[in-house]
């Protein structure tokens, strides 16, 4: 252990129990501690739009979880672009939409997408799955695996813009809303319209879902709303005036959090609070959501365009070429858009004995120009990400825990 290391891990064990009063203490601490990794987003005149939640894990003596959560620069106010991470609950709903309807047996069944609306379009095929047809559990491989645009605008579609709000309100994300889909140039009435699909057993229909068309407005006025100096249209014509995102998704650090959690420990929630999911619904989500994507067969994700670290930025920093620690398993979600990365995640150690839960969002725009796909995600966001989860990690290691966690319910066989 180098003596730089001793000194970080003697200055955070010090300030770890006064932490506890000033929860926004801890994590400014911690990057501090390392000016050679975060100087310069600390520097930084918006310090890259940071915002961090970090939550320690303390297991009792029968294994139920405790939680301690530290934040820095969180505002739930402060907007940012949440890009591909609204996926996670997406997911989940579309899940228990399917449970609700009595229909638990078709989340692997034929899934026919229609068109009914001006630019919709039809799914009738989907050649990564086992099949060559699409399904619910083909969809949400796709979306945790590689986070898949066309899965998730076809599980929106599904569930309908008006249920997923609504369940965002039952499960009391009262900061985010998720109105439209992704990669598209969705907006307006297109987002609102959501298109007819259907579910086949063999050449059975099991159930048939109309277009539908959500009336509502899901208003939210936030700092930050209005970014840059100029934006790309959709005819890459260059707009010199601000972006806004005034009519975009909003799904803010400490709700992505949340869903982790009421997804990962549903037990700590009452019951009326937790996820509608089966006990196989939750294994195949922890299992896809922990999974490298090299590790998957259909779909099938290979080098050198998909690489283990592919969605892992937290720890990993999306790198192609990290070596992978065999004891490290992510649950998470990313999102990459608009110079934002994201990162929503549950880290575990099997060998040593660890878990915590890091949330984080970095962005780097430079020029102040949106939608030119020139954002230093590689030199300033994901080096941040990779850096923030590797230093979390090492105290963790270092962290006195009374009693050490069984993540046996965590352990999957990736690979037959």
């Known amino acids: 252990m180098t003596t730089r290391l001793l000194i970080f891990i003697t200055l955070i064990t010090g300030i770890s129990a006064s932490a506890q009063q000033t929860d926004t203490v801890f994590l400014k601490q911690v990057l501090q501690a390392h000016p050679e990794l975060f100087s310069s987003i600390l520097n930084h005149p918006t310090q890259n739009e940071v915002q961090i939640l970090y939550t320690q894990i303390d297991r009792d003596k029968n294994n139920v979880p405790h939680f301690t959560t530290y934040s820095y620069r969180l505002n739930a106010n402060r907007y940012f672009y949440p890009a591909s991470t609204v996926k996670l609950p997406t997911a989940i709903f579309a899940l228990e939409k399917l449970n609700e309807l009595g229909l638990k047996k078709l989340k692997a069944a034929d899934m026919i997408t229609d068109s009914a609306f001006t630019g919709q379009s039809k799914v009738l095929a989907d050649t990564s799955s086992n099949t060559g047809l699409p399904s619910i559990n083909n969809y949400i491989k796709k979306i945790l695996l590689v986070s898949d645009n066309d899965a998730y605008n076809r599980l929106y579609e599904f569930i309908g813009r008006d249920e997923i709000n609504k369940k965002l309100k039952k499960y009391e994300l009262n900061n985010t809303r998720i109105v439209g889909r992704l990669a598209v140039g969705d907006g307006g009435e297109s987002a609102r319209n959501t298109n007819p699909v259907s579910f086949y057993d063999g050449k059975k229909l099991r159930y048939s879902k109309p277009l539908m068309r959500d009336s509502l407005n899901y208003l939210m006025t936030l700092e930050n709303m209005i970014q840059g100096k100029g934006y790309l249209n959709r005819k890459d014509s260059l707009i010199m005036q601000p ?43 922890y299992k896809y959501m922990s999974m490298f994507p090299t590790e998957n067969t259909k779909p099938t994700y290979t080098p050198p365009e998909y690489y283990p670290a592919y969605c892992k930025f937290l720890y990993y920093g999306s790198d192609s070429l990290a070596v992978i620690n065999p004891d490290v398993r992510i ?82 066989v990736y690979r037959k």
């Open 243 to 285: 972006f806004s995102f005034a009519n975009l998704n909003v799904y803010t650090i400490e709700n992505q959090q949340m869903v982790l959690r009421r997804l990962l420990f549903p037990e700590t929630f009452p019951a009326a609070q937790r996820f509608n999911l089966t006990p196989d619904d939750y294994k195949f989500i």
């Open 331 to 412: 649950f998470n979600k990313i999102g990459d858009s608009y110079g934002y990365d994201i990162d929503n995640a549950y880290i575990i150690d099997t060998k040593n004995k660890l878990e915590f839960m890091l949330t984080a969002v970095v962005q780097s725009n430079e020029d102040s120009i949106l939608n030119d796909n020139k954002y230093e995600y590689k030199t300033v966001c994901l080096p941040f990400m990779k850096n923030l989860g590797q230093v979390i990690m090492q105290y963790e290691l270092t962290r006195p825990k009374k009693h050490l966690p069984n993540l046996s319910k965590f352990k999957f």
